[in-house]
Nanobody, 122 residues
């Protein structure tokens, strides 16, 4: 089982990035996917989640209206489109998979990626 994030990098405030999470070794259809982030000196934060069928999504208040999560089960991939980025979005971003429904509690997730760094700075 493997989750591999990509797409992070350095971007100016107001810019956009699209993170990808490539999954392998398990059936995506039965797993919801969450995106989490952790900034230096801060606790891990739930950013978004997408249901098994991709119909339902949830977002943290801090990113709602700016971030969009999506999934393509045929490609075994999950995405996080991040727009209007702010300096406070700077963090390591992780994707994670949980059987059945979405949750903000990272401890419930079964599989995690290694993370990708997002830095928002001018």
């Amino acid at each position: 089982v493997q989750l591999v994030e990509s797409g992070g990098g350095l971007v100016q405030p107001g810019g956009s990035l699209r993170l990808s999470c490539a999954a392998s070794g398990f059936t995506l259809d039965y797993h919801a996917f969450g995106w989490f982030r952790q900034a230096p000196g801060k606790e891990r934060e739930a950013v978004s989640c997408i249901s098994t069928d991709g119909i339902s999504t949830t977002y943290a208040k801090s990113v709602k209206g700016r971030f969009i999560t999506s999934r393509d089960n045929a490609k075994s991939a999950v995405y996080l489109q991040m727009n209007s980025l702010k300096s406070e979005d700077t963090a390591v971003y992780y994707c994670a998979a949980v059987i059945a429904g979405c949750s903000d509690y990272g401890d419930l997730y079964d599989y995690w990626g290694q993370g990708t760094q997002v830095t928002v700075s001018s």
